[in-house]
């Protein structure tokens, strides 16, 4: 049925967001402070590279997986547009995991994804080797899914007066909701100066498509209010036993303080423990907050997606609909012990912001990611075999040198890859162990097929990121290891390999005038 009530806020007040570009109140530190892009105003947190570590000392590397893309379709807006990535901008697993891998599905919903470890050589360091890992959650056909009670929470502030905003919003919404059921509900929510509830728990994609045809940009943004009753509107309508989640659509730009933005980030989280979660849609560009994107949908045990064209809006809200509304797997971690008699050194490539501490790993307290409904993540160590050139030198102390400490005597495995996750309604961890043996790094082969794209794939956000440890390998090196592609995503990669060659020429010669 369709519901319209209009609340208006003052914008100083509360968790405002700043769609019209509002000043910051003097004092005031926000997500707006996070690495502000000189260039372009927007707004990224981005991490160091990861470092290396010798496993005689730290042997052990725990993460949180994520099944976030955001950051390769906002890499591709900039490269299609001419314009120069910044490296705060790129997150290497993000790039990986937004194509599909040739992973097996698992052979049971018992355990709700499989996982594949391989071993190949490095296309450009022959001194090492590349660890892959591998994870496929089963897949739910859209007759299959639970009923959905989605609230989509659209940004119709000043800001989103632009062709690849509100109108690109409009048309990706209307994708979703010509992938419901009779089943599903819908409620839909705008602010800008004010929070107005435009439709509350319609079944009829005709109502809710014709709400969202009607949408306008203009005024300030209430941000914070309109979260509020989204929360309030997905507990009214809760689906027992479904999926209760909210959808925000906007370009994220929030002026919060310390305070309010603590504030923010503990609703989100309240109410994630109340089973209502979160995705954050991302919209664009010149005052994008991708960093706070990122950090809401983390937190809100949802993920995050940036839409820069129809295809993709296609892609996401239909194509991968379940992925992106079913979550079958929560609080998911990997941990990688190496064997130092067969393992000298290892760094993880990308998941910078994921990094968990090693008791972080069994303390099922501790926050993690989510796999959805046939959602795929993969991970890529770079290691050093036993006896091969480093990158570490070596020390002077003889105590500390490596070799000096006790060494295992086991030398058939290379490594052991332990998961943890609990099920959608559950509260214990299950564990995984799958060992890594050490025939496969002695045996490695090049990369090749899909393997070697993920591979490639992992270079170019590297490579954007600067990462020296790549050497000499370039962009031509990284489309000659992805190789002739047919598939439309995958060739749209390659081609970004020869525009983010042509954006680094054109930028040496620009420094060399």
């Not at 080797?129 to 659209?154: H, K, Q, W």
């Not at 926050?367 to 959602?375: K, N, Q, T, Y």
């Not at 160590?381 to 990158?391: L, M």
């Amino acid at each position: 049925m369709r519901f319209r009530v209009v609340l208006s806020f003052p914008l100083m007040s509360g968790l405002m967001l700043s769609g019209c570009g509002g000043a910051k109140p003097a004092g005031d530190a926000g997500y707006e402070d996070i690495a502000s892009n000189a260039d372009s105003g927007e707004r990224y947190d981005g991490k160091e590279v990861s470092p290396i570590h010798r496993v005689a000392s730290d042997p052990v590397s725990t993460f949180a997986i994520d099944v976030d893309t955001g950051s390769y379709t906002n890499v591709r807006r900039m490269l299609m547009a001419g314009q120069p990535v910044p490296a705060e901008a790129v997150r290497t697993e993000e790039m990986i995991n937004y194509f599909r891998y040739d992973y097996p599905l698992p052979v049971d919903r018992a355990t709700p994804f499989s996982v594949t470890t391989d071993v190949f050589t490095t296309p450009w360091n022959p001194q090492t080797r590349l660890l892959r890992i591998g994870l496929r959650g089963y897949d739910v056909a859209r007759s299959e899914r639970p009923a959905a009670n989605l609230v989509f929470m659209v940004d119709v502030s000043g800001s989103m007066d632009e062709p690849d905003k509100l109108p690109l919003v409009k048309q990706a919404l209307s994708v979703l909701a010509d992938g419901l059921r009779g089943d599903d509900s819908i409620s839909i929510i705008t602010y800008s100066g004010s929070v107005e509830a435009l439709v509350e728990g319609s079944h009829d994609p005709a109502e809710i498509k014709a709400a969202l045809s009607g949408l306008q940009a203009g005024g300030g943004t209430a941000g914070g209010p309109a979260l509020s009753m989204a929360y309030d509107l997905a507990r009214a309508h809760r689906i027992s036993g479904g999926i209760n989640r909210i959808v925000m659509a906007t370009d994220g730009d929030f002026n919060v303080g310390l305070s309010d933005q603590k504030g923010l980030e503990d609703m989100v989280r309240q109410n994630r423990e109340d089973g209502i979660t979160l995705t954050a849609l991302g919209f664009g560009q010149g005052n994008y907050n991708d960093a706070m994107m990122e950090a809401v949908a983390d937190l809100g045990n949802g993920n995050h997606a940036y839409i820069d064209n129809a295809m993709e809006a296609r892609k996401v809200l239909g194509e991968e609909l379940s992925s992106t509304l079913f979550t079958i797997a929560k609080d998911v971690k990997v941990q990688v012990e190496f064997n130092p008699a067969v393992v000298s050194e290892y760094r993880l490539i990308g998941y910078e912001n994921r990094a968990l501490r090693e008791e972080d790993f069994a303390d099922d307290k501790v926050d993690a990611g989510e796999i959805g409904a046939g959602h795929q993540v993969t991970a890529i160590y770079e290691i050093v075999p036993a006896g091969q050139q480093g990158w570490l030198p070596p020390r002077k102390y003889a105590a500390n040198a490596v070799g000096t400490h006790a060494q295992s005597d086991d030398v058939s495995e290379a490594a052991n890859v332990r998961l943890r996750y609990k099920l959608p309604d559950g509260t214990r961890s299950r564990l995984i162990d799958v060992p890594v043996t050490a025939s496969r790094v002695l045996m490695a082969t090049a990369p090749t097929g899909d393997a070697a794209f993920a591979i490639a794939v992992a270079a170019f956000g590297q490579k954007l990121r600067g990462d020296t440890r790549l050497g000499n390998f370039d962009y031509a090196d990284i489309a000659r290891v992805a190789g002739h592609q047919t598939n439309y995503w995958r060739s749209e990669f390659v081609e970004l390999t020869n525009l983010a060659a042509g954006s680094q020429k054109q930028a040496t010669t620009d420094q060399a005038q």
